[in-house]
């Protein structure tokens, strides 16, 4: 099971939806926007990090970027655009799912 933990955004159904067609079997979110969220903990099966920089708070992203190296996990910006996350993670995506005669 491949496992993305998404900090930033609000709406981001699209978002998951691609990245579940490029492979990841789990997208978990948590928004970012309350002061509250540095509590948060990373949870136990995620794989990789994404911040979406647009739409967090500046120190909920430093307390995630100092857990997730205290994990070694790899960690990724971008703004919520699908080519800006693509960009970030396309080379270090899972495989994709979709049928190679669908023309995507």
């Not at 993305?4 to 609000?10: A, F, R, T, Y």
């Not at 928004?31 to 994404?50: E, F, H």
């Not at 790899?74 to 703004?79: L, S």
């Amino acid at each position: 099971m491949v496992s993305l933990l998404i900090v930033g955004g609000d709406n981001i159904q699209k978002l998951k939806k691609k990245l579940s067609d490029h492979g990841f079997d789990e997208v978990i979110h948590v928004n970012g926007r309350k002061t509250n969220m540095v509590r948060i903990a990373i949870p136990v099966n995620v794989d990789s990090i994404l911040i979406l920089t647009d739409f967090i708070n500046h120190n909920l992203s430093n307390v995630i970027k100092k857990r997730a190296s205290e994990r070694s996990i790899p960690i990724y910006f971008a703004k919520r655009s699908w080519s800006s996350v693509y960009e970030q993670l396309g080379g270090k995506m899972p495989a994709a799912r979709i049928p190679p005669d669908c023309g995507a």
